[in-house]
T-cell receptor, first 113, second 119 residues
Framework: KNQVEQSPQSLIILEGKNCTLQ??????????LRWYKQDTGRGPVSLTI?????NTKSNGRYTATLDADTKQSSLHITASQLSDSASYIC????????????FGGGTRVLVKP | GAVVSQHPSRVICKSGTSVKIECRSL??????MFWYRQFPKQSLMLMAT?????????EQGVEKDKFLINHASLTLSTLTVTSAHPEDSSFYIC???????????????FGPGTRLTVL
């Protein structure tokens, strides 16, 4: 079954601290993996997209890693800011089925001052 | 570039009425648009995929007669919730994919969402 599991479900961090979110997937055949940030009441905004040949990709203070062998990805947030408070969704695209997306449940991050 | 808009952003309607939500790709032509539904504290669930000029493909469990999708142009898709009920209250999000977004990324661009409340 094609699934994307994220952990933790939620976390609270202090402003300025770092955190790492995890994503495990069983989607096959794999096309690419994406991390999105979704603010409350808004649509998802793309942070990174990686194919199986890309191990790491950064977007400002966000750094995503991908291990296609173990089917794991992580999103690292450096020097968190209050505006980082949001849900972070791991999404895997299947090569077949018109690149249909499989969404993880998301990790809700709350950054406190 | 690659901006997707939705209208309205919020709508409240009475039970039994129909509501139309628009999704527009503002700066690219979207051959394929997707409609998602998201309940509180849950992730996005794909409802249907629509290709310009053809009938939408609905996911299992989604009633096509209740959720009417029209993709008449390369920049506009509409979702009409017919005979709305309180359980249809949700956050509806569209995404769009252009004809030239090929290769390994094949990115979808998401709209800001529409909050539907059925009283």
């Amino acid at each position: 079954k094609n699934q994307v599991e994220q952990s933790p479900q939620s976390l609270i961090i202090l402003e300025g601290k770092n955190c790492t979110l995890q994503c495990n997937y069983t989607v096959s055949p794999f096309s690419n993996l994406r991390w999105y940030k979704q603010d409350t009441g808004r649509g998802p905004v793309s942070l990174t997209i990686m194919t199986f040949s890309e191990n790491t990709k950064s977007n400002g203070r966000y750094t995503a890693t991908l291990d296609a062998d173990t089917k794991q990805s992580s999103l690292h947030i450096t020097a968190s800011q209050l505006s980082d408070s949001a849900s972070y969704i791991c999404v895997v695209s299947r090569e077949a089925a018109g690149n249909k997306l499989t969404f993880g449940g998301g990790t809700r991050v709350l950054v406190k001052p | 570039g690659a901006v997707v808009s939705q209208h309205p952003s919020r709508v409240i309607c009475k039970s039994g009425t129909s509501v139309k939500i628009e999704c527009r790709s503002l700066d690219f032509q979207a051959t394929t648009m997707f409609w998602y539904r998201q309940f509180p504290k849950q992730s996005l669930m794909l409802m249907a995929t629509s290709n310009e000029g053809s009938k939408a493909t609905y996911e299992q469990g989604v009633e096509k007669d209740k959720f009417l999708i029209n993709h008449a142009s390369l920049t506009l898709s509409t979702l009409t919730v017919t005979s709305a009920h309180p359980e249809d209250s949700s956050f509806y999000i569209c995404s769009a994919r252009g004809p030239h977004v090929e290769g390994p990324y094949n990115e979808q661009f998401f709209g800001p969402g529409t909050r539907l409340t059925v009283l």
